[in-house]
């Protein structure tokens, strides 16, 4: 069984910090990777994808590869309270019962003012 | 753009009462998906369709059938449902395992 591995947090930072979000997985071949933000009682929207080795920045987010460690991070800059939310890190797959994408379980981001 | 639609929000059903949970999409995209999502549990998936015509069994599928009616739609089935389906379904969808997911909003049900 492939795997994505998050911390569940909860992840607390104060506003205007930067808050670092990890995620590693377990097949090497995954090509493809995506972080989705998930706000309480609401459907995963994406944030952003990246499928190449190192940084790629979008706002104040940047989302960084390490294929050779099989890490992927999202970094967010000046954090705000609105985004406290549970971030899911998902990774494609090559079919199978997991499906053509796996997800983590999340971690949690409270952004204290 | 609607994207992902779901239908219903919201639904209870008793114990052993059947319901089809619908899901269509716009963009085109040739594969869709069907997941659950429990406190503590992550989301997990029930079935997919990688095209239209194709369904396989994700993680978790007992309990449940899938009909991949067209392109567009992909429906998901409660035969008998059980105490132990409470939770939200979210149908996704995306173009191929390369690209990203878009998400429904989800069907928050509830069996009593």
């Known amino acids: 069984q492939k795997e994505v591995e998050q911390n569940s947090g909860p992840l607390s930072v104060p506003e205007g910090a930067i808050a670092s979000l990890n995620c590693t997985y377990s097949?090497?071949?995954?090509?493809?990777f995506f972080w989705y933000r998930q706000y309480s009682g609401k459907s995963p929207e994406l944030i952003m994808s990246?499928?190449?080795?190192g940084d790629k920045e979008d706002g104040r987010f940047t989302a960084q590869l390490n294929k050779a460690s099989q890490y992927v991070s999202l970094l967010i800059r000046d954090s705000q309270p609105s985004d406290s939310a549970t971030y899911l890190c998902?990774?494609?797959?090559?079919?199978?019962?997991?499906?053509?994408?796996?997800f983590g379980k999340g971690t949690k981001l409270s952004v204290k003012p | 753009n609607a994207g992902v639609t779901q239908t219903p929000k919201f639904q209870v059903l008793k114990t052993g009462q059947s319901m089809t949970l619908q899901c269509a999409q716009d963009?085109?995209?040739?594969?869709m998906y069907w997941y659950r999502q429990d406190p503590g549990m992550g989301l997990r998936l029930i079935y997919y369709?990688?095209?239209?015509?194709?369904?396989d069994k994700g993680e978790v599928p007992n309990g449940y059938n899938v009909s991949r009616l067209n392109k567009r739609e992909f429906s998901l089935r409660l035969e008998s449902a059980a105490p132990s389906q409470t939770s939200v379904y979210f149908c996704?969808?995306?173009?191929?395992?390369?690209?990203?997911?878009?998400f429904g909003q989800g069907t928050r049900l509830t069996v009593v």
């Open positions: 369709s990688a095209s239209e015509g194709t369904t």
């Open positions: 963009m085109n995209h040739n594969s």
């Open positions: 097949d090497r071949v995954s090509q493809s």
């Open positions: 998902a990774v494609e797959n090559y079919g199978g019962s997991q499906g053509n994408l796996i």
């Open positions: 996704a969808s995306n173009r191929d395992r390369y690209t990203e997911a878009f």
């Open positions: 990246i499928y190449s080795n």
